[in-house]
């Protein structure tokens, strides 16, 4: 069964990295949902993170090869349930609708959206969210002359992880200890293996 | 231009520090590594790495090949036969995209390389400068690793990381791609230190017991074990240690196209061929088996036919060094991550002595009847016209199996592969993955300068040939001895033969003219001759290989004859047909 899974990367940070991520997913004509890219806990560890909508088996298979490229750290993926995220997005409406329209303010105030620019001309505001609840302003604000709209990509942050800290010492052993040796088919599946 | 001094440079391991040019810093990597031959072609962008060459003559040489595609296909051919890490120069734009079809075909076939190619300078990146190419994303899919450098100071741990990620692990190309500034550029050299780790890679994992028991368990609880093995047996150097443990625990074996030659021919385990146009038994009894022990493959469709179809009863234990490879196509029951020089051994300590001769004489009986069927007729026909298995008889009688054999791809390449005889590892080089025609010739001349001592015959087609002769310059220029084996059905065999099976007969655009291929030769110095009798077949091929340097044998087979048996695409191994 398709659903949306969250796969987070860690890397290095190199030139032509992007490209080599990107084209495991172009060469199997899978679509790429979103894609993050951002410093992570580690310094100088780059995090990816990547939204597709795949079965579980897909998404195990892409997750190995992308740590096969070499400059991957490590691939984990989970389902919606297995993190917590968020996507930003950001709404410009005509300030003559917000300010004749009573009703404008009260809806934006009920999706939490906080106002960033305040012009004559437009206000640009911005709400903080899921999807869904994005999309909702989305159309809250249709009627309304809504000019633009524009959203991030997610940002994820795994329940269960405890953080690259650890992990990125361990490879930088040349001789990693036997224990910190993950493999998948100890059914450590939160853990995918790697190293 | 700098001036190029010719005293070496300084030696890896000192603190001394001397300035020295990219370019030579370079090959000052290439002899550090114990490169001794390197293949390429000069132009405008590796101008500098040429210019550093000529004072390095006496320590690398350098074989000017006649198109870059052949250079690196002959890097393939020197790293297939030697064990070792293959290296090609080319320049930037048409210079490194000729290399595109060799470094797909090494990526795919697991070879070491580390492919050199010059780039503008860096202040002319993106400006689509004259012979510019974005040689990094184009590559980025087909190599293992690549890296663009546009500072010298980068070179030393560039080149030690270059041959580091090539050869460990999956072996696989890498390219480094080098400005022509950063060539120029001088700087501070510290000596050459070997890589030895880099912490995003890891090339093997700490073998976990817990699966080796597991797959012991299976393999002596087994009463129908079969393994299949590949070409990581090859990679791995771990041909005794496979045998060992196919002779202790009594398992027949059968052989994926690049595994081929990694246990000799006449092993009484070795049951002969998988896959496409593989032996009937390995591709029938496989879906009998009860344990399939697959060792350092990849299960490719070539070899599994149809994958719903395949080895359904039996449980699976795979065996390999890429991680990604296990759960790919088929699902292991159980997978041994590791390399399989240090996983083998451990799996043959718990295995029980047996011998599985009930099971093992099942493939004796396919095989009778493949030889019944197919094998007989095609060594030893009664048809007029010559066959290509008959040839490939008479060539395992006159070396005795102790040949290199590089083939190309198409009918030749499957009936060499199927009847040729090999008592020694890293005699069968072959495009198994890739399958590109013009590969043989090319990396016949590779495989030659990997093992100098051994003859090495190209055995090839009259399309494949024609793909890649501008090689036959490199063989004049370098007089090296090697022996080009052309079976000429006079048609592109294998297309043809699909076109008839699948295609009612419509013979589109298959029929290829030829040259005087004997002529050719001649023009290029290279003695020749060409044959269509059987009576002339031994001594021609006696011929060929007691002649004193290069020599090109044009042999004229049955135009219309198929490779049989075959397992038709889309249908399971057990569905293969004999005619």
């Known amino acids: 069964m398709k659903q949306e899974y969250t796969i987070t990367v860690y890397t290095e940070n190199h030139i032509g990295l992007l490209v080599r991520i990107a084209t495991i997913f172009s060469r199997r004509k899978i679509n790429v949902e979103s894609m993050n890219t951002s410093p992570s806990e580690a310094e100088g560890i780059h995090r990816f993170t990547i939204v597709i909508d795949e079965t579980e088996e897909v998404v195990r298979k892409l997750a190995r090869q992308i740590e096969k490229q070499v400059e991957v750290l490590k691939a984990y993926y989970n389902s919606n349930e297995e993190i917590i995220w968020q996507e930003l997005a950001l709404y410009k409406v005509p300030t003559a609708q917000i300010a004749e329209k009573v009703k404008v303010e009260r809806l934006l105030r009920e999706h939490g959206a906080r106002a960033v620019v305040i012009r004559n001309d437009y206000v640009v505001f911005e709400t903080v969210g899921h999807r869904e609840e994005t999309d909702r302003l989305v159309q809250v604000l249709a009627p309304y002359g809504l000019i633009e709209f524009v959203r991030s990509a997610r940002v994820a942050i795994i329940k269960d992880s405890k953080g690259f800290h650890e992990k990125l010492r361990e490879f930088e052993q040349s001789e990693p200890k036997a224990e910190l040796v993950e493999n998948e088919y100890l059914n450590q599946q939160k853990e995918i293996f790697t190293m | ?579």
């Not at chain 2, 052309?486 to 007969?505: C, E, P, S, T």
């Not at chain 2, 397992?567 to 057990?574: A, E, K, L, T, Y």
Request: aromatic share 8%.
């Open chain 2, 1 to 579: 231009m700098p001036s190029v001094q010719a005293t070496p440079a300084a030696p890896s391991n000192t603190t001394q520090s001397t300035s020295i040019s990219g370019s030579r810093a370079v090959l000052d990597a290439l002899v550090a590594e114990g490169v001794d031959t390197i293949f390429g072609y000069p132009g405008g962008a590796i101008m500098p790495i040429y210019d550093a060459l000529y004072d390095y003559h006496d320590r690398l040489k350098h074989v000017l090949v006649r198109h870059e595609q052949g250079g690196i296909h002959a890097a393939q051919g020197y790293a297939r036969a030697s064990g070792r890490t293959g290296v090609v120069f080319a320049t930037s734009g048409p210079g490194a995209t000729n290399l595109v079809t060799g470094l797909a075909d090494a990526m795919i076939d697991s070879t070491p390389l580390v492919a050199i190619t010059g780039q503008v300078f860096a202040h002319l990146l993106g400006t689509d400068a004259f012979q510019e190419t974005d040689v990094i994303n184009i590559t980025s899919p087909i190599t293992k690793w690549n890296y663009q450098v546009t500072d010298a100071t980068e070179i030393p741990t560039v080149l030690a990381k270059a041959f580091y990620i090539a050869s460990s692990g999956r072996p696989g190309p890498v390219l480094i791609d080098i400005t022509k500034n950063a060539q120029l550029q001088l700087f501070d050299y510290k000596g050459y230190e070997l890589c030895q780790h880099v912490r995003s890679y890891r090339p093997k994992p700490i073998v976990r017991r817990e699966y080796i028991d597991a797959a012991a368990q299976l393999i002596n609880a087994a009463q129908k074990p079969f393994v299949i093995f590949g070409q990581g047996v090859i990679l791995g150097k771990a041909e005794n240690e496979f045998i060992q443990f196919i002779e202790k625990s009594g398992i027949p074996a059968a052989w994926t196209i690049l595994g081929l030659s990694a246990i000799p021919t006449d092993h009484p385990l070795n049951v002969g061929m998988l896959g496409m146009h593989g032996n009937y038994g390995p591709n029938v009894l496989t879906n009998e088996c009860d344990v399939l022990i697959a060792v350092g493959m990849r299960f490719d469709d070539r070899v599994t036919g149809r994958l719903d179809k395949y080895a359904k009863q039996a449980k699976i234990i795979h065996l390999d060094i890429d991680p990604s490879e296990i759960d790919k196509n088929v699902k292991a029951t159980v997978g041994v991550w590791g390399d399989c020089k240090e996983t083998l051994p451990l799996l043959t300590q718990l295995v029980e002595k047996k011998e599985h001769s009930n099971w093992l004489q099942r493939f004796k009986e396919h095989d009778a009847e493949e030889n019944k069927e197919v094998t007989f007729n095609e060594l030893h026909p009664e048809s007029p016209v010559l066959t290509m298995g008959e040839v490939i008889r008479h060539l395992n009688e006159i070396t005795g199996g102790d040949a290199i054999i590089v083939t190309d791809v198409g009918q030749h390449q499957m009936v060499t592969c199927r009847y040729a005889r090999f008592n020694q590892s890293k005699s069968n080089i072959t495009s198994g993955g890739l399958g590109t025609m013009g590969f043989s010739l090319p990396a016949a001349i590779g495989a030659k300068f990997g093992a100098p001592k051994r003859t090495v015959i190209a055995i090839i087609g009259d399309g494949g040939v024609q793909m890649t002769l501008q090689e036959l310059g490199t063989i004049m220029q370098t007089e090296i001895n090697i022996k080009i084996l052309i079976l000429n059905n006079q048609f592109l065999g294998m297309v043809r033969q699909w076109q008839q099976l699948f295609h009612d007969k419509r013979y589109s655009f298959v029929d290829i003219v030829s040259p005087d291929y004997v002529k050719l030769a001649s023009a290029y110095g290279i003695s020749g001759a060409s044959i269509s009798q059987r009576e002339d077949l031994h001594a021609a091929l006696q011929t060929m290989i007691d002649h004193n340097g290069s020599y090109l044998l044009e042999v004229m087979v049955g135009k219309e004859n198929n490779v049989f048996p075959m397992v038709p695409q889309g249908c399971s191994v057990s569905e293969i047909r004999l005619k």
